[in-house]
T-cell receptor, first 113, second 115 residues
């Protein structure tokens, strides 16, 4: 399966600290995406990184992609209590136009005020 | 655009009853996904459509589940008969697939409880 797998499963940090979350996948991909889910809500797209990119920034978010290791990391700098949520990586396979978008099980991030 | 719209937001039904979940994707998107989320199994892809055609339904649990997309602006996920183990939050998402996927937009989900 090409499904992404995040680690750690849960992360608890103090407000102001940086949070690093990792995602590994198994097969070649076109791109990798990170999503956020607040409790009881749908997933919201954060950032997309293409397979030919190595790093991407968006505000306090920094995503890296290492296709040789089939892994990605999401860094949230200067975390805030409002960043408390679950974070998911999603991958789409590079095996044709009809590859599907699949998600990992997610990482629960708790930011303590 | 109002985003992906799902209905109902909450559904409580008795075991054995038929349940129909509805989704209106974002206009212009050519792909639609149905996901199920539980604490135990996380976010599972049930089925996805491309240009209204079911492409991959390998995640559909069993014959009790069926999904249709009669046109580009509407999809249904039906469970008949429903069982308590079907209790979960069901999400619909839409996206545009060209050479690769763009971001997926999720609805707010339908929380299904089967008693």
């Amino acid at each position: 399966s090409q499904q992404g797998e995040e680690d750690p499963q849960a992360l608890s940090i103090q407000e102001g600290e940086n949070a690093t979350m990792n995602c590994s996948y198994k097969t070649s991909i076109n791109n990798l995406q990170w999503y956020r889910q607040n409790s009881g809500r749908g997933l919201v797209h954060l950032i997309l990184i293409r397979s030919n990119e190595r790093e991407k920034h968006s505000g306090r978010l920094r995503v890296t992609l290492d296709t040789s290791k089939k892994s990605s990391s999401l860094l949230i700098t200067a975390s805030r209590a409002a960043d408390t949520a679950s974070y998911f990586c999603a991958t789409d396979g590079a095996t044709g136009a009809n590859s599907k978008l699949t998600f990992g099980k997610g990482i629960t991030l708790s930011v303590r005020p | 655009d109002a985003g992906v719209i799902q209905s109902p937001r909450h559904e409580v039904t008795e075991m054995g009853q038929e349940v129909t979940l509805r989704c209106k994707p974002i206009s212009g998107h050519n792909s639609l996904f149905w996901y199920r989320q539980t604490m135990m199994r996380g976010l599972e892809l049930l089925i996805y459509f491309n240009n209204n055609v079911p492409i991959d339904d390998s995640g559909m649990p069993e014959d009790r589940f069926s999904a249709k997309m009669p046109n580009a602006s509407f999809s249904t996920l039906k469970i008949q008969p429903s069982e308590p183990r079907d209790s979960a939050v069901y999400f619909c998402a839409s996206s545009f697939q060209g050479i690769s996927w763009t971001e997926a937009f999720f609805g707010q989900g339908t929380r299904l409880t089967v008693v």
